[in-house]
């Protein structure tokens, strides 16, 4: 086979607590970042991906201290996303045990940063987020903010930009779907992973299985990104694994990690 | 007495930590994060990460006092079981060809050289889990699924394993008491705490 279709769960962390909570599995705390990435550990997640939505600058400890922690008892690569502005802030997450930072708002008013922590740090641990929405039939737009806040810069060329700073990967989420359910916005996804030879996270709006087999067979993407449908319980990672592997993707094994 | 101490090196290009966490999960009891010769000379096993480009690596590595010197001799007439993590794995070929040509450690002929995309659908880099396929017998490299993150690979002899990104590449090199693997055992959930575990039982 060759390298396999990612399915990397997503947890939205506020002042150190996972924003849902989750309810696939009993845990003794369901909303404690930690306790749920040993979870998604031992449930074969090819991934974890940590979006600190707070992100204010008191919160910082707090988030440094849950990579830390998720760091010495999860074995499987962890970006951690959210207000990352400056070279230090991702070497501070990367010290802590992050094997990625993610980097989002700040790369939209200064692209460069994703060239200096690249330079610094190598490009295989900065993910390049972009959030965008649909403004036109083929034309997306970066918001900011949550998706609240038009920036006037197409979603497209900037995801390119990105790209040619030396961002490892980019993981694209269409703001219209986030929270839908409806899945990914396809378009969005292929016309970015179709032009860069970095890999594509598709992100946004998935509520079913097929949503993710879409992601990979019309996004064209290199791996897929989901929160609600596995803090749900909704499905399993090894569901979305099965689904990935019957429409002819190739996926981790499951049998043999037991 | 256990699997002994060992030396992990910190030249300020490696995910320190996580090989740290998974060193110890794995059953070492003594890990020794440094920056010294000396402490790897005294080491019973040493490990080398490593994340990032070859020259920066290789930079930083030769570096620090005496520690080339040092892993010379650790691994060459004490015959220390060394083990290379990715970029570390790679510091073992003659030369790497990122950001131009920079000796490596020399240990095993070959260089590093970038991965070419077959095609606009295979990403470089090649990140994401992959086969550990073994192309000869060793005692530390079994059939599984590890995870890859790299867009440099070697390409040279004493080859021990490979994976497949649009055509074979270089997942595992050896020779004697000296091992490398491309692939980041410390993020590789059973599979890669099982190898690490091989590692700190392995007499070469």
Not at chain 1, 6 to 22: E, M, N, Q, S, T
Not at chain 1, 62 to 69: A, C, E, N, W, Y
Not at chain 1, 107 to 128: H, T, Y
Request: hydrophobic share 45%; with cysteine.
């Amino acid at each position: 086979m060759t390298v396999r279709v990612r399915v990397i769960p997503c947890l939205d962390v506020a002042d150190g607590r996972v924003v849902k909570g989750v309810n696939f599995v009993d845990l003794r705390d369901a909303g404690d970042p930690v306790e749920i990435a040993k979870a998604y550990d031992a449930a074969g997640a090819d991934e974890l991906c940590f979006l600190d939505i707070t992100a204010t600058h008191e919160a910082r400890g707090t988030l440094l201290d849950i990579v830390s922690r998720t760091a010495e008892v999860c074995f499987m690569p962890l970006t951690v996303g959210g207000g990352v502005r400056t070279v230090e802030d991702a070497r501070a997450l990367l010290l802590a045990g992050a094997d990625k930072v993610g980097v989002n708002s700040a790369a939209v008013v200064r692209p460069a940063l994703v060239a200096d922590i690249a330079e610094r740090m190598g490009s295989q641990c900065v993910v390049a987020s972009v959030d965008a929405r649909q403004v036109a039939p083929g034309k997306w737009e970066v918001f900011t903010h949550g998706g609240r806040k038009p920036t006037d810069v197409d979603a497209v060329a900037h995801a390119l930009n990105l790209a040619r700073l030396g961002a490892g990967e980019l993981l694209v989420t269409s703001m219209d779907r986030d929270g839908t359910q409806d899945g990914y916005d396809l378009d969005l996804i292929r016309t970015i992973a179709d032009q860069v030879t970095i890999p594509v996270i598709a992100s946004g709006g998935v509520g079913r299985l097929d949503h993710l087999v879409a992601g990979v067979c019309e996004g064209h993407a290199s791996a897929v990104l989901a929160a609600s449908i596995f803090h749900f319980g909704t499905f399993s990672v090894a569901d979305a694994h099965a689904a990935l592997g019957k429409a002819g993707f190739p996926v981790r094994n499951h049998a043999q990690d037991g | 007495m256990g699997n002994g101490s060992i030396a992990l090196i910190d030249y300020s290009a490696g995910n320190l930590q996580s090989v740290r966490n998974a060193l110890k999960t794995a059953g070492a009891e003594n890990v020794v994060v440094t920056a010294r010769a000396e402490d790897v000379l005294a080491a019973d096993r040493i490990v080398l990460p490593g994340v990032g480009a070859f020259a920066h690596c290789m930079g930083a590595l030769s570096a620090l006092p005496g520690m080339v010197e040092a892993l010379n001799e650790a691994t060459g007439t004490k015959a220390r079981p060394f083990l290379g993590i990715c970029v570390g794995m790679q510091l073992m070929a003659e030369a790497g060809e990122e950001h131009g040509v920079t000796p490596g450690l020399s240990w095993i002929k070959g260089r590093v050289r970038a991965l070419r995309p077959a095609g606009p659908a295979t990403k470089i880099p090649h990140m994401g889990w992959n086969d550990v396929l073994p192309t000869a017998p060793h005692p530390l490299i079994e059939t599984g699924e590890a995870y890859f993150l790299h867009s440099f690979a070697f390409e040279g002899a004493d080859v021990l394993a490979n994976t497949d990104h649009a055509g074979p590449v270089v997942a595992a090199i050896g020779v004697g008491n000296r091992i490398g693997v491309q692939f980041h055992p410390e993020k590789s959930q059973k599979y890669g705490l099982a190898f690490l575990e091989r590692f700190l039982e392995w007499t070469p």
